[in-house]
């Protein structure tokens, strides 16, 4: 009636004063939490009508505040109204804003992202939203959380497990909970994104530390706990992650023991590869000349050419294009480099194709 409109007028008006008032809202928690409290005893309609009047790009610690209040009334369409207002990145209000009640009331937002009541509109942010909120949670709510990386997809479980291992690095007690839950997912491929990121981060003082992480993580790996058809890309994702900490021959010698009749290379380990042979060519291309023939030698000797074209060490691309068994890689290969040389030393290239004649 007449009086809940005016009391909900009075309300609005109220919360503008305060946020006009403030130096700056943001980091105004008195202003903060007396307008958290006006928009406490509005209804779902009267916090819409008070949103669609904001400027969420000059007002966004305003426009989180009366989103926040109103995702907890009636979320799909608040989600719906955040997500369409226009503010760098977009989706960004919606994001921190479902972050935000998902941070308070965990098992409440991260039930209604599975919900029917979730906007099918929304559908290509339900991932990016779950996400938001599991990368924060292992420390409020580690049963939870882990819980809901278990029924994530394969995706989503993924980005979650990089970022606690990038978050948790430093904290053993931390890492070892999320080692224990990694090998129990039923994916072996969330422990290989969880040993990416713990072994990238891991402190620089503790090597030792490191390295008995590593025997560990060989002792899994080799137990036969990864089923057949995860190996390579579980195994190749623990090399890569040696790689980066510089314990690149160890790791690439017991790569090589497993795997030598892989004829492909994963890709955290292409890329590993790469990175290894741009920083570092002369010891790459020396443990690769070390390297009895097999179809995964091949393989990396093809992952090592774009960083050596970008050095402009075409002759020894061509060494590594010259030992490349696999006829059909070696055609391809072949074409990579004529066509790269060609471009940076026409005459040199020429030397090389008229060099290949008669052999």
Known sequence: ????????????????????????????????????????????????????????????????LVGRAWIAKDPAA??????????????????VTFLSWGLDEPATALGWLDSPGFPAALADQRE??????????AERDFALATDAVRKATPESAASVLQSWG?????????R????DFAKTTGRAEDYAYLNVALLGR????????????????????????VPAGSRPFVDGAAV???MMREYDRPALDWWMERHAN???????????????SEQHPDKALQWLAEQPASPQRDALATTTLPALFKLGKYPQAADQVAQIADATLKQQASQRLDASWSIADPGAAAQWRESLKGK
């Open 128 to 137: 990016k939203l779950r996400v938001s909120v599991l990368r924060m949670l």
């Open 176 to 179: 070892s909970q999320l080692v």
């Open 1 to 64: 009636g007449p009086a809940a409109a005016e009391h909900a007028a009075d309300a609005v008006r109220r919360v503008t004063a305060l946020a006009r008032s403030s130096p700056n809202l943001r980091w105004d928690p008195e202003a903060t939490a007396r307008i958290n409290e006006i928009l406490a005893g509005l209804s779902a309609a009267d916090l819409a009508e008070l949103f669609s009047g904001i400027d969420a790009l000059s007002d966004q610690t305003l426009a989180s």
């Open 262 to 276: 892989e004829p492909a290379v994963p890709q955290p380990l292409r890329e590993a590869i790469s990175a290894w």
């Open 78 to 95: 608040a989600l719906t109204a955040l997500n369409a207002k226009a503010g760098p990145p977009p989706g960004w209000l919606a994001t």
């Open 166 to 174: 990038g978050l948790y690095a430093e904290d053993p007690g931390m």
């Open 202 to 225: 891991w402190p620089q003082g503790d090597a030792v530390g490191m390295l008995n992480y590593l025997v560990d993580l060989r002792g899994y790996l080799e137990s036969g706990a």
């Open 240 to 242: 890569a992650a040696a």
